[in-house]
C-alpha cells in the first residue's frame, strides 16, 4: 500500500512503487521512479529522470535528481539512478549526470550517504560504501565498493577510490587512492599505507594480506626504478597475482585517471 502524506506534492506522471511511503512536504518531479518499500521521511526533493531502486529511505531536506553543477552543462534528460537499500542522511545532495560526461550518475546499493554529504554529476558509486558527514565527491569521481570517505574529505574531480580504501576526515583527495589504500587527512597526505582492519574485517585471511603487503612495498619503493618498472615488476609475478588483492591494485594503477595514483610522502 503506498502512503502519500496530503502536504507532499507527487507529480501524477511519477511511478510509484509498493509500499512507498512519502512524508510531509515531499516533492516529486515527473520523470521520477521510486521502488519498492522505499521510505521518504519529510520535506525531501526528488527531480530530474531519476529512478530509485528499492528500500531506500531518505531523510529530510535532501534533494535528489536536480541539475548538475556545472556552467556548461545544459541536460534536461540527464539520469540519476540509485541501487537499493541505501540511506540518504539529512540534506543531502545527489545530482544527475551532464552532458559533458555520458550525463548519467550511478549509485549503488547498502551505501550510507551521512549528513550533508554530496555526490556530483557524472559519478560513479558502487556499494556498500560510507561518506560522513560534509564528505564531498565532485563531479566524474568513481569510488569503489566498501570504500570510507571521512567527515569534511574533498575528491576532486575525475579522482578513483579505489575499493576498500579508507579516507581519513578533513582530507583533500587530489590522486587516485589505490584500492585497499589510506590517505589520513591533510589537505594533501600522502598514501598512508593499507586498510589493514578493514581488510580482515573483510574476510581476507593472513596469507592474502601479508601477500598484499609484500606488492605494496615493492609498489612503493621509490628507490627500485620508475613507478611503470615497479608495477611491471609485481604484474609479471605469477605467484603475487595469483593474490586477487593484488591483482585488483594492479588493474587499478595500470589504469590511472588524469590525477594519477597518490604515492607516499
Not at 526528488?46 to 531536506?61: A, C, H, L, Q, S
Not at 534533494?63 to 543531502?92: M, T, W, Y
Not at 583527495?173 to 591533510?186: A, H, L, N, S, Y
Request: charged share 15%.
Amino acid at each position: 500500500m503506498i502512503k502519500i502524506h496530503p502536504s507532499a506534492i507527487v507529480d501524477s506522471h511519477a511511478e510509484i512503487g509498493e509500499d512507498v511511503e512519502i512524508g510531509p512536504y515531499c516533492v516529486i518531479g515527473p520523470n521520477v521512479k521510486i521502488g519498492a518499500g522505499t521510505r521518504l521521511i519529510s520535506h525531501v526533493t526528488v527531480d530530474g529522470y531519476t529512478t530509485m531502486g528499492e528500500r531506500n529511505t531518505v531523510y529530510p531536506f535532501a534533494a535528489l535528481g536536480c541539475l548538475a553543477q556545472h556552467k556548461r552543462s545544459d541536460a534536461p534528460d540527464a539520469q540519476l539512478i540509485i541501487g537499493d537499500d541505501n540511506v540518504f542522511r539529512e540534506h543531502v545532495t545527489a545530482h544527475v549526470g551532464s552532458d559533458v560526461d555520458n550525463k548519467i550518475t550511478t549509485i549503488g546499493s547498502r551505501n550510507w550517504f551521512l549528513v550533508a554529504s554530496h555526490i556530483a554529476h557524472d559519478c560513479v558509486v558502487g556499494n556498500d560504501i560510507v561518506m560522513s558527514n560534509n564528505a564531498t565527491l565532485a563531479g566524474h569521481v568513481h569510488v569503489g565498493d566498501k570504500a570510507i570517505i571521512g567527515g569534511l574529505s574533498a575528491v576532486l574531480q575525475f579522482t578513483r577510490i579505489g575499493t576498500g580504501a579508507m579516507i581519513g576526515g578533513m582530507s583533500g583527495v587530489t590522486r587516485d587512492v589505490i584500492p585497499f589504500g589510506i590517505q589520513m587527512g591533510g589537505a594533501r597526505a600522502g598514501l598512508g599505507g593499507l586498510n589493514l582492519i578493514g581488510l580482515q574485517r573483510a574476510g581476507f585471511d593472513k596469507p592474502t594480506i601479508l601477500g598484499l603487503q609484500q606488492a605494496y612495498k615493492i609498489l612503493f619503493n621509490k628507490e627500485d626504478g620508475t613507478f611503470s618498472e615497479r608495477i611491471q615488476k609485481v604484474a609479471g609475478d605469477m605467484v603475487m597475482m595469483a593474490n586477487p588483492l593484488v591483482a585488483e591494485v594492479i588493474k587499478f594503477v595500470q589504469n590511472p585517471s588524469k590525477n594519477n595514483i597518490l604515492q607516499p610522502e
